[in-house]
């Protein structure tokens, strides 16, 4: 089990902040730093606001140097394909090939219309999500000396270079890996199929879990693809601590209580945690991303990597 640090940093972050916990995670041996791509906080002030994803993505592909970094998940609503195709492959280029790419339809209708970012309805974000896999995975695809062209629905791209091309080539449709999640049940398994390097599950159950992964392995083997090349995930809210009163003060600082982070999230004890991961494992999760909503609290990262990581 590959154990990798998620943050949500609407909720009020630096980029300073950021690269402490991106820094300490690459140290103590964590798989990856993710963060979310948002642009307004969901509870508190949000102070000191919110930062730009693959801005941040960028600078922590120059400040660190092992870690893979990613999104969870950036919103198809944000950008162009085209724009955001050509970011990607850029950040990969800058990471020395460590970036990898959570992409999902957007949800968020505030943050939309704080910024005056258009927020279509479900049914038309679903088709633009569609469009943007297929053109994005189609840029990066394309040899290099050809052209490509895409005529969607929504998007049109004629004679395009289709470049910069990112470092890493491994991803299902070439490009930097391709992460898809979600809990619809009829779509949301048809794209990760289709194009998914890895499907990824926020904040559900174990009963859901086994329900949301058997029906993207059917959705995989409709179109002949084997099961066993996807990686899947969860994420879970992270609370530890050594004993119950670490475990009440970590709760308390995001305005959590224990026993419903113990039932909703990954809490309690190491030995309690690892015995939930295990739980997971068993349905076929192989990473859980951890969210860590304290960012300050970096002695929680060297509690997991010295009392959980090991075990898992």
Excluded at 52 to 68: E, M, N
Excluded at 265 to 278: C, D
Excluded at 282 to 303: E, F, K, M, N, P
Aim: proline content about 5%; charged content about 25%; glycine content about 10%.
């Amino acid at each position: 089990m590959e154990l990798r640090v998620f943050t949500e940093p609407q909720q009020g972050a630096t980029y300073d902040d950021l690269l402490a916990v991106a820094r300490t995670s690459e140290e103590l041996g964590f798989g990856a730093f993710f963060r979310s791509d948002h642009y307004l906080h969901m509870s508190g002030d949000g102070l000191p606001g919110s930062t730009d994803a693959w801005t941040t993505l960028a600078g922590l592909a120059r400040d660190t140097s092992t870690i893979r970094l990613g999104t969870l998940m950036t919103s198809a609503t944000f950008r162009h394909p085209g724009v955001l195709a050509i970011q990607v492959a850029q950040v990969d280029q800058m990471s020395g090939g460590r970036i990898e790419l959570g992409l999902g339809a957007g949800w968020f209708d505030a943050e939309h219309t704080a910024y005056g970012i258009p927020f279509p309805d479900t049914a038309e974000r679903f088709d633009r999500y569609a469009e943007q896999l297929e053109l994005i995975t189609g840029l990066w695809s394309t040899p290099v000396g050809e052209r490509y062209d895409f005529a969607g629905e929504h998007y049109q791209l004629t004679d395009s270079p289709a470049l910069p091309k990112p470092t890493q080539t491994t991803g299902r449709r070439g490009g930097p890996p391709i992460l898809i999640g979600g809990k619809g049940a009829r779509r949301t398994p048809a794209l990760a199929a289709a194009y998914a390097d890895e499907f990824n599950l926020p904040f559900v159950d174990e009963e859901f879990t086994a329900l949301q992964f058997g029906r993207v392995r059917r959705a995989a083997e409709e179109i002949d693809r084997d099961p066993a090349t996807i990686t899947w995930s969860n994420a879970l809210v992270l609370c530890v601590g050594s004993d119950e009163a670490e475990i009440a003060r970590r709760a308390a600082a995001i305005g959590r209580e224990p026993d419903e982070l113990r039932l909703n999230g990954l809490a309690g004890t190491p030995e309690e945690v690892v015995e939930k991961i295990k739980r997971f494992e068993a349905l076929g999760a192989q990473r859980i991303y951890l969210q860590v909503l304290d960012l300050a609290d970096l002695d929680h990262l060297r509690l997991v990597a010295a009392e959980v990581m090991p075990h898992v």
